[in-house]
């Protein structure tokens, strides 16, 4: 079982930058693939980013390449989401998951691919 915790989440004006942090817990969370997700008001979950086990491997959404970058410090069971240039339709809850099975880069583009979800964090940025 693996118990994922988002924070970082806030408001803040276009233009500006947050960082987002994932918690997990489980001895054996480096071997997990991890993603984050969004879901806006009335729109179905999208994803945004994903990272392999061991960090090397790394997939964006085309909306938010060169603005956000995914990382992860398998020592202290977390992954990050910087998220840079922010835009008004960069609003959401964004979550993050982990996949229990091993699965590829394309699978990790797609929430089907996860087995467990933290409960989200709301990102509102401003015009």
């Known amino acids: 079982q693996v118990e994922l915790v988002e924070s970082g989440g806030g408001l803040v004006q276009a233009g500006g930058s947050l960082r987002l942090s994932c918690a997990a817990s489980?001895?054996?969370?480096?071997?997990?693939?991890m993603g984050w997700f969004r879901q806006a008001p009335g729109k179905v979950r999208e994803f945004v980013a994903a990272?392999?086990?061991?960090?090397?491997?790394?997939a964006h959404a085309e909306s938010v390449k060169g603005r956000f970058t995914i990382s992860r410090d398998n020592a202290k069971n977390t992954i990050y989401l910087q998220m840079n240039s922010l835009k008004p339709e960069d609003t959401a809850v964004y979550y993050c998951a982990a996949a229990g099975q091993r699965i590829t880069i394309v699978q990790a583009m797609g929430p089907a691919g996860y087995d467990y979800w933290g409960q989200g964090t709301q990102v509102t940025v401003s015009s």
């Open positions: 489980g001895r054996t969370f480096s071997t997990y693939v």
């Open positions: 990272i392999g086990w061991s960090g090397g491997i790394t």
